[in-house]
């Protein structure tokens, strides 16, 4: 299956959200990679959140266990 067709991952559900809502500009104006160009330590990050978020809604966590 071509890469662009993988399912995609919470984290990258997430990524692309904020990249949209960003029109795929940083907070510096400049371009936002795709998922695929992204370094893998910022993808485990945003696969991180992703699950914290994911805890929450599901009820295994609540935000108060979430760290600062």
Not at 18 to 23: G, L, S
Not at 38 to 58: H, L, M, N, Y
């Amino acid at each position: 299956m071509p890469a662009d067709r993988l399912p995609r991952t919470l984290g990258q559900v997430g990524y692309e959200a904020y990249a949209q809502h960003q029109r795929w500009c940083n907070y510096q104006g400049l371009p936002i990679p795709p998922w695929a160009e992204v370094r893998s330590d910022i993808r485990a990050a945003w696969e991180r959140a992703a699950s914290a978020i994911a805890d929450v809604v599901a009820g295994i966590a609540t935000l108060e266990e979430m760290p600062e």
